[in-house]
Structure formats: C-alpha cells, structure tokens
C-alpha cells in the first residue's frame, strides 16, 4: 500500500488527480475480478496461491494510491469552510462499502448453500465489477480540481514529489502517520479482532458477532458525516483529540461489555466503539490535505496514510491475537495495546 500511494502520489502530483482515480479504480476492479476466476489448488497446484497473492499485492498497490486521490478530489472541490463535511463523504464509504460486501456475501452464501466453498464464494468477487464501473463512469465524467488547474497553469508542480514530501514536510509525514496510527489500530481491533475473540474465546454465536459490526459500521457512517461538519465548525484537532481521549477511556470497557457474551449489550458496545471512531476517521480527509502544500499534497498524505495503516491497523489483528496466546486467553493486554495506539495518536495530534 505505501508503494502503491508513492507511485499514484507521484503521478497524481505530476498530471493530475483524475488520471490517478481511474487508474487505481481500474486496476481495483480487474484484480478484484480476477479473484474470482481463480484455478484451484487441485487444478494447478501451488500456482494458484501464488496467484492469489499476487492479485493481493496489486489490490494493495490500487488501494494505496486511491484514498489520497479519492480525498483530494473532494476536498480541493469543497468550499474552505466545508472541507470537512465534503472530505467525509468518502470516508462514510468505507464502512458503506463493508455493508455493501457484507450483504452480496451472505446472498451469495444463500443462493450457493453446500457449494459457497465450492463455488459460491467467487460470486462477490465477479459481481464487484459492476460498482467499478459505475464508479469509472463517474469519475470519467469529473474535471480536474480546481487546485490542480492552478498548478498545472502556473507550472508549479514538483519535479520529485517524494523528495520534495520527505524533506519539506518529514515533520508533518511523521506526525500524519501517528495520527492514523491511533485512526486505523483500534478500528481493525473492533471490527477484525473481536469477531474471533468474540467466537473463538468468550463463545459468542458468529453471527452475533458479526451483526454487532454490521449495526456499528451503519452507525459509523453516520458520526462520520457528523464530527466531520463539527471539525469545520470548532477545527480538526479538538474533534480529534476528543475521539482519542474517548478512545482511552473506552478500551477496557469495551472488552468489559463485550465479555458479558449478551447480543444486545454486544452490539451497544461496538457501536459506541465506531460512534466515537467517527470523530477520528470522519475528519481526517480533510486535516491530511490541509498539512501539506497542493504540489506534494497527493504522495505526503498518502504516505502518512498508508504507512500508519501497517503499524496500526495492519499489525492490530495479529498483535492482538499473539497477546491473548501469550496470557492464556486473559484478555487485558489487548485493551492496553489499544491505549498504546491511542497515546502514539494523541501525542501526533497535539
């Protein structure tokens, strides 16, 4: 993913935005596809995980350069003093979309029954191709920002993006990566973690489980949109900081409630969880591209982005889970790992 925002950053700081959407969407979309027409293991052996993770590492390069472009479109659109509610909208997407595939799963559990594992599991990943053209179609369709026009007219752009990134702004790199640190950790630790530590250690129905993220990622979408209209109001940073001290605060109650094994207080649980992680994802679009300058604003925060992904979100499940194998199942340590994440944000944000 940091590959994949150093490369569409480059580009998207070079020729433009829009060329970037399209190109990660595409290349989404195909891999995506791809999956879905995999051989098996009984058909060519070892190819076909070496395939898979191969379509893997493209998803990843795709994903890494999107969120910056996707942000940036919208932001460098918005009116300054709606550059929060405007930059929320894609961010309200991600737990939109997680609804979305949640539900083309399970239909396609129903229609396939016996034969999802045989057969059934590839439909999802067939039909994804239909949202990705829609979404090319629109973004086919949109001009080149505003912001970038001036640029390109005042040939402004950065020669080298990155080197130009890394040295006028290592300290806000820096910085932006912690931040999202604390944005991404906890997140994976809600939405990921719990379903096997709710299932697998406390016992708790699967689909308990999974319909108390289901229910908070519907919340979710909704405080996203909200704190990020207050960010405008009362700036980024207090709407930040708050959902980082709320964070704090939560991380042994939400294992305290969730322990209790009941759905309903599960689900109430999880959904102040994403509630208050609103206030920390929902802003960020915006708080990201107004650190930077607008010739390197597509590779610095994508950097920040992607690179506090890994050691927040993309570490979170496995380090969780080795917690919990180290004690024995006691589950202590894995909401004071969470508390770590969140002082490592606090600290950025202030």
Same mark, same amino acid.
């Given at each position: 993913?940091?590959?994949?925002?150093?490369?569409?950053?480059?580009?998207?700081?070079?020729?433009?935005?829009?060329?970037?959407?399209?190109?990660?969407?595409?290349?989404?979309?195909?891999?995506?596809?791809?999956?879905?027409?995999?051989?098996?293991?009984?058909?060519?052996?070892?190819?076909?995980?070496?395939?898979?993770?191969?379509?893997?590492?493209?998803?990843?390069?795709?994903?890494?350069?999107?969120?910056?472009?996707?942000?940036?479109?919208?932001?460098?659109?918005?009116?300054?003093?709606?550059?929060?509610?405007?930059?929320?909208?894609?961010?309200?997407?991600?737990?939109?979309?997680?609804?979305?595939?949640?539900?083309?799963?399970?239909?396609?559990?129903?229609?396939?029954?016996?034969?999802?594992?045989?057969?059934?599991?590839?439909?999802?990943?067939?039909?994804?191709?239909?949202?990705?053209?829609?979404?090319?179609?629109?973004?086919?369709?949109?001009?080149?920002?505003?912001?970038?026009?001036?640029?390109?007219?005042?040939?402004?752009?950065?020669?080298?993006?990155?080197?130009?990134?890394?040295?006028?702004?290592?300290?806000?790199?820096?910085?932006?990566?912690?931040?999202?640190?604390?944005?991404?950790?906890?997140?994976?630790?809600?939405?990921?973690?719990?379903?096997?530590?709710?299932?697998?250690?406390?016992?708790?129905?699967?689909?308990?489980?999974?319909?108390?993220?289901?229910?908070?990622?519907?919340?979710?979408?909704?405080?996203?949109?909200?704190?990020?209209?207050?960010?405008?109001?009362?700036?980024?940073?207090?709407?930040?900081?708050?959902?980082?001290?709320?964070?704090?605060?939560?991380?042994?109650?939400?294992?305290?409630?969730?322990?209790?094994?009941?759905?309903?207080?599960?689900?109430? @649980?999880? &959904? /102040? %969880?994403?509630?208050?992680?609103?206030?920390?994802? #929902?802003? =960020? !679009?915006? *708080?990201?591209?107004?650190?930077?300058?607008?010739?390197?604003?597509?590779? @610095?925060? &994508? /950097? %920040?982005?992607?690179?506090?992904?890994?050691?927040? #979100?993309? =570490? !979170?499940? *496995?380090?969780?889970?080795?917690?919990?194998?180290?004690?024995?199942?006691?589950?202590?340590?894995?909401?004071?790992?969470?508390?770590?994440?969140?002082?490592?944000?606090?600290?950025?944000?202030?």
């Amino acid at each position: 993913r940091p590959i994949g925002g150093i490369i569409a950053g480059h580009y998207g700081d070079r020729i433009g935005r829009k060329p970037m959407l399209v190109l990660t969407l595409t290349v989404m979309g195909i891999a995506t596809m791809l999956i879905g027409f995999l051989p098996t293991y009984a058909q060519v052996g070892m190819l076909a995980p070496i395939l898979l993770t191969t379509l893997r590492f493209i998803q990843g390069l795709a994903y890494g350069g999107e969120w910056g472009g996707a942000i940036l479109m919208v932001v460098e659109y918005a009116p300054k003093d709606k550059r929060g509610f405007w930059g929320s909208i894609p961010q309200a997407a991600v737990p939109f979309g997680f609804l979305l595939a949640t539900a083309v799963l399970s239909l396609s559990i129903s229609i396939s029954g016996d034969q999802f594992l045989v057969w059934g599991w590839r439909i999802p990943f067939i039909l994804s191709i239909l949202p990705v053209l829609v979404g090319l179609y629109i973004r086919l369709k949109i001009d080149e920002t505003p912001e970038f026009q001036k640029i390109r007219e005042q040939s402004a752009s950065a020669k080298a993006p990155l080197v130009e990134a890394l040295s006028l702004y290592w300290r806000q790199i820096l910085l932006a990566t912690g931040v999202f640190v604390l944005v991404s950790g906890p997140y994976y630790i809600i939405i990921s973690f719990m379903l096997s530590y709710g299932t697998g250690t406390l016992g708790v129905p699967r689909d308990v489980m999974l319909t108390g993220v289901l229910i908070a990622s519907a919340v979710q979408i909704f405080a996203c949109v909200g704190f990020a209209a207050l960010s405008d109001k009362v700036g980024r940073r207090p709407v930040l900081f708050g959902g980082g001290i709320f964070m704090l605060i939560y991380a042994y109650p939400l294992f305290w409630l969730v322990n209790t094994g009941e759905p309903m207080i599960i689900w109430g @649980a999880l &959904s /102040l %969880g994403l509630f208050a992680f609103g206030a920390l994802y #929902g802003p =960020i !679009a915006a *708080f990201f591209a107004e650190l930077f300058a607008s010739n390197v604003r597509y590779t @610095a925060a &994508s /950097l %920040g982005y992607q690179v506090g992904q890994i050691f927040g #979100g993309g =570490i !979170a499940p *496995f380090v969780s889970t080795a917690l919990l194998a180290m004690t024995g199942g006691a589950y202590w340590p894995v909401p004071a790992y969470m508390m770590v994440l969140t002082v490592i944000g606090l600290l950025s944000i202030w």
